[in-house]
T-cell receptor, first 116, second 113 residues
């Protein structure tokens, strides 16, 4: 069965510093991969997604993610963090590539705090 | 913009009560989902539906049921609420098939006392 691991529960970075959030997945083939963001008290919003092709994916709000098949990873990056990026970030994998009905398996999330 | 609306943001219910959480989407999506979110556990799928009157169990269906009588509406039902069902509940919708963006509502905070 597919699974998603986000090794970091909580990360604190200074405003203006670079950010990398880690995500590892377990799946036999190339999966559909997603990153979502959740601001406090809100629902989740899609940042970016990967299906195939170019392994570097650009998303909204200046985020990007790189798919590395050899490492089964899909890490999220941002070159310069803004205070408004403080939120919880979830990596997700499609539950059944090919035969999927569209439901996702989510990681447990990484909470990002931003220091002034 | 896609809009997924959860009618109740905050609810407080008593143990044993029957609870209805309502969700409506305005994008004619075939798929609809109910997730439960708890600190440190991420999002866990309770039920999903890929068509009217169709439903599939997710990872944690025990204690819950769902109803989808119309395409735009997906209801989560707690037949007899218990304190361990205190949680944030998220409704979502998407087009059919794999790889599509799932759109989330803002969530319903349920406290069972």
């Amino acid at each position: 069965a597919q699974s998603v691991t986000q090794p970091d529960i909580h990360i604190t970075v200074s405003e203006g510093a670079s950010l990398e959030l880690r995500c590892n997945y377990s799946y036999g083939a190339t999966p559909y991969l997603f990153w979502y963001v959740q601001s406090p008290g809100q629902g989740l919003q899609l940042l970016l997604k990967y299906f195939s092709g170019d392994t570097l994916v650009q998303g909204i709000k200046g985020f990007e993610a790189e798919f590395k098949r050899s490492q089964s990873s899909f890490n999220l990056r941002k070159p310069s963090v803004h205070w408004s990026d403080a939120a919880e970030y979830f990596c997700a994998v499609d539950n059944d590539y090919g035969g999927s009905q569209g439901n996702l398996i989510f990681g447990k999330g990484t909470k990002l705090s931003v220091k002034p | 913009d896609v809009k997924v609306t959860q009618s109740s943001r905050y609810l407080v219910k008593r143990t044993g009560e029957k609870v209805f959480l309502e969700c409506v989407q305005d994008m004619d999506h075939e798929n609809m989902f109910w997730y439960r979110q708890d600190p440190g556990l991420g999002l866990r799928l309770i039920y999903f539906s890929y068509d009217v009157k169709m439903k599939e169990k997710g990872d944690i269906p025990e204690g819950y049921s769902v109803s989808r009588e119309k395409k735009e509406r997906f209801s989560l039902i707690l037949e007899s609420a218990s304190t361990n069902q205190t949680s944030m509940y998220l409704c979502a919708s998407s087009p059919p098939g794999g790889g599509n963006t799932i759109y989330f509502g803002e969530g319903s905070w349920l406290t069972v006392v």
